[in-house]
T-cell receptor, first 113, second 110 residues
């Protein structure tokens, strides 16, 4: 089944403790992206990747890192999480960056205390 | 950068046809129009995409007039499970970023 898989679905952590949210797609998609969704603010892009070893900042990249060493994986790294990073995170992928429908993962709900 | 405008919310009843209109006055020549559906705490799901005239798939139709400055998503015979937020997106900006607005919250009543 074609899908985008994120893990974990739920994560509670403390301020400053490094964490990684994994994202994997099995559709051989070139483009991958991370979003956060907060009430009243809609979906905001954190980072995106046009292809392997090609990543770039989105609207809200501060406090996040990503890597794209393989085509299928695009992990999101929070080196020192803070409470303002408490949010619902989505990974998405598409065949190419432009005008290709996005496929989203099921989301990761992160709480930083 | 093509920004979209949609109604914030809409109500309808089971079995009715629902039409959600999206305005995108600054759409570029090579932009497609894409609609997504999102249920609470789930990722958005692609519904339909079109460039001009009419596109139909198993769940919806998309009507696009000749000037392409607006589009209408049509959901035939809605059910309670169609209650969701619907987003209209057009093209991307120079940084390949999609601009997600607030969407239209559709509530279907029995």
């Amino acid at each position: 089944e074609a899908q985008v898989t994120q893990n974990p679905r739920y994560l509670i952590t403390v301020t400053g403790k490094k964490l990684t949210v994994t994202c994997s797609q099995n559709m051989n998609h070139e483009y991958m992206s991370w979003y956060r969704q907060d009430p009243g603010l809609g979906l905001r892009q954190i980072y995106y990747s046009m292809n392997v070893e090609a990543t770039d900042k989105g609207d809200v990249p501060e406090g996040y890192k990503v890597s794209r060493k393989e085509k299928r994986n695009f992990p999101l790294i929070l080196e020192s999480p803070s409470p303002n990073q408490t949010s619902l995170y989505f990974c998405a992928s598409s065949l190419s960056s432009y005008n290709s429908p996005l496929h989203f993962g099921n989301g990761t709900r992160l709480t930083v205390t | 950068l093509a920004k979209t405008t949609q109604p914030i919310s809409m109500d309808s009843y089971e079995g009715q046809e629902v039409n959600i209109t999206c305005s995108h006055n600054n759409i570029a020549t090579n932009d497609y129009i894409t609609w997504y559906q999102q249920f609470p705490s789930q990722g958005p799901r692609f519904i339909i995409q079109g460039y001009k005239t009419k596109v139909t798939n198993e769940v919806a139709s998309l009507f696009i007039p000749a000037d392409r400055k607006s589009s209408t998503l049509s959901l035939p015979r809605v059910s309670l499970s169609d209650t969701a937020v619907y987003y209209c997106l057009v093209g991307e900006d120079s940084n390949y970023q999609l601009i997600w607005g607030a969407g239209t919250k559709l509530i279907i009543k029995p």
